[in-house]
């Protein structure tokens, strides 16, 4: 089949999803739990397969780890569905309602965007979480896994969409891609695919949103600061520090750029250098920090780069302002954090960062939608529309406006006949569940 | 000054316009309303001279008439101005709150978007509007008006800038670009520009949006659908559909084809036919529909058109089904309405049908802000993400999670030392009004 004959298929099928109740869609959930746990010896023969293949084609160890999916994976998988499943449904909220006169209802309510395209790479459970909760909020979805999981993939796919349509759900509701070429057509079909969540390297991310007309969710770097005001405790700043910088340096939401206040640098650096370096952390400074501790020079470049590793670059900074205008010139938008103890001053700087998520007093690492009790994660994102921070079940889905009359027409308005009443209603949308 | 330069220093404006409070933004609309209404004679000068130069150019008579501002354009969009002022400040409204653990407060507070790129043809008053309706927001603007009103719209922007100047804003907050060069520079911008709003035919929208990284509000097309099913009421059937289609034929919400139920068609055409004729509008039918009327042929491309125009598409389908499917086929996602007197079928279509506004029983040309009483309109999105139908100042925000702690670090939840609570919080965020 080619890429536009699944799409259409997709697209087809989004439908049918948009207007599955959440009885049906939970029921599907559950019996896609079942189904996986009665079929994990062929799920682990397949991804046995995949290892050893990627294994004797020289894929690096870490990437490897990442790809095994065992016991423990799927029992962490079906965890995920059932909690899934006890999630409130996204779709069929209303949010608001308004009398515009009397007979004519207008309410507001959630629906599915529609065709989601997700590409994710390695880890085979991606799959099942991202299916699970495109499901759940009544998308349909286009899915390309990375390609030393094809095996593994295709076995969960067909459990996932077999279990699906056992419980009435349409069978084209998910199909799988499976070659680069089929993502590259993918980007092209804006007229079939509302939202495309690349989850991936910074690379990888950038090159999807240079190439798709398809808006993109997500976020490509991930270059988080924190910034130590002059009043700040610097104990807690310290852990804080470390914390952000070390407790996993391979992720969007670690600290790269310490930004301390000139009031403050004399005392604090001293003892965060030796924090940092009893964590391995190398430091990179300004001019200014280099007066005060010994660390290699910070360029222009490394205000503008994620480490994901451990590398820490620290400025010093007149004072607020400046270290605000430091993050929205350098920052990517994600997670900046002030360590202050005057909460105006935190006011101001959470008025004035333009970032996804300001933080005040706490680790950059909060950043993340388990953390957050967002239940599930689609992913972070970094953009200004529809959905920004950490993104779950609610940023899958859109709303329509629905208006129920009785025959009520717009020249009556316009001839002064009738007029508008514009008043909040106090209920739900009565026609979804006739 | 280059465009570039101009993004970059609204960018900047655009920091401390979300910073602004609602005092502040309602005294600078408040200020701007006077600041017009002392110099009607100095806009109105620069009104008759764009209106000369444009007639002498050969303007047609209709934009002509679009493009004069005088004193009852100057109170209507004061007017505006005073209602806007009254409506409540979208920015800083916190959408949930959770505690996350003992001390450690989340919250998700809107916030301006950024900057807005905004495009327009021919009427000056949209310029007092849309920056009037930014602003509000605490978005900044890069705007660029029809050149046929470049003298009137100059005159605004100085008057608009100055005013809000005096208020206390950054004067960069809005600049207007002046030539279709400038307009190609600015969609290059996606550094800087955080939302391109169109407004204009569909083929400009369209070039927008085919030329732009940006992400685009709006919509190119309107083609509306009225489904008239099978146990409708007749005469309320009628009444509707002549309203739909002929209250104001020249716009996106006025109905281009209607669908008709074949068990009551042979009832229905002939009174819509006589209905129709009575007011100059011309029916054009699929094959079954020119069995029972007398009607030119509708081809492929008819169902794919927005007339604009008093020209009415006509198709007898099998049901329901078929017309959601031509629906959701040939339409544009922007308005269709079902008649009909079973609640349950109303249920579906509305489920079914993927579109941004869905009617029961009344006019498609309902969709519409004002008259949905959202207050002010952006304009109406037939886009999948953000904002959809009809937008006001929600479409203008998004938001930012922030997060306030005590020296809180992810260490401790790691090391299972601390657990989440993820209790919902009542209250809104603390900081905002310090």
Chains 1, 2 share one sequence.
């Not at 286009?142 to 999981?149: F, M, P, T, V």
């Not at 976020?219 to 996993?248: S, W």
């Not at 340096?249 to 310490?258: K, Q, S």
Request: charged letters at 25%; a negative charge; one cysteine or more.
């Amino acid at each position: 089949m080619s890429v536009l004959e699944a799409a259409r298929r997709v697209k087809e099928a989004s439908i049918k999803m948009a207007a599955a109740g959440t009885e049906l869609k939970n029921s599907a959930l559950g019996r896609i739990a079942s189904k996986l746990l009665e079929n994990g010896e062929a799920i682990f023969e397949a991804n046995r397969r995949d290892v050893e293949r990627s294994r004797s084609e020289g894929l690096a160890a870490p990437l490897v780890k990442r790809l095994v999916f065992d016991a423990g994976k799927l029992d962490e998988v079906v965890e995920g569905i059932k909690s899934l499943i006890a999630l409130p449904d996204p779709v069929g909220r209303t949010l608001s309602a308004t009398l515009l006169d009397e007979g004519l209802e207008l309410y507001k309510v959630t629906c599915p965007i529609g065709v989601m395209g997700v590409i994710f790479e390695s880890r085979p459970d991606a799959l099942v979480q991202i299916s699970s909760l495109c499901l759940k909020s009544g998308n349909a979805v286009l899915l390309k896994g990375g390609s030393e999981a094809r095996e593994t993939n295709r076995v969960l796919a067909d459990i996932i969409v077999e279990a699906a349509a056992e419980a009435g759900l349409p069978p084209d509701w998910l199909k799988l891609l499976e070659t680069r070429a089929e993502v590259s057509e993918m980007l092209k079909l804006d007229e079939y695919i509302d939202l495309i969540i690349p989850r991936g390297s910074n690379e990888f991310v950038r090159y999807i949103m240079d190439n798709s007309r398809i808006p993109v969710l997500g976020h490509a770097d991930g270059i988080c600061h924190l910034y130590v005001d002059e009043d700040a405790d610097l104990d807690l700043a310290v852990r804080v520090a470390v914390d952000a910088k070390t407790q996993y340096v391979a992720v969007c939401n670690a600290v790269e750029t310490l930004l301390v206040h000139e009031g403050v640098a004399g005392r604090f650096l001293p003892v965060l250098k030796s924090a940092m370096e009893e964590r391995g952390v190398t430091l990179l400074g300004c001019p200014r920090t280099r007066e005060i501790i010994p660390a290699g020079p910070a360029t222009e470049e490394d205000w503008r780069t994620e480490y994901l590793d451990y590398v820490l670059s620290v400025k010093v900074v007149g004072g607020l302002e400046e270290a605000v205008e430091h993050i929205n010139t350098y920052g990517s938008g994600h997670t900046d954090g002030i360590i202050t103890g005057d909460p105006r001053r935190a006011a101001d700087f959470m008025a004035l960062v333009d970032s996804g998520n300001v933080f005040w007093n706490c680790s950059t690492r909060f950043s993340d939608g388990f953390r957050y009790g967002l239940g599930a994660e689609v992913g972070i994102s970094t953009g200004k529309i529809h959905a920004r921070g950490p993104v779950g079940l609610e940023g899958l889905v859109i709303y329509k406006y629905l208006l129920l009359g009785n025959g009520h027409v717009v020249a009556d308005y316009a001839a002064k006949k009738r007029s508008f009443i514009h008043a909040p209603l106090k209920k739900d949308f009565p026609l979804s569940k006739i």
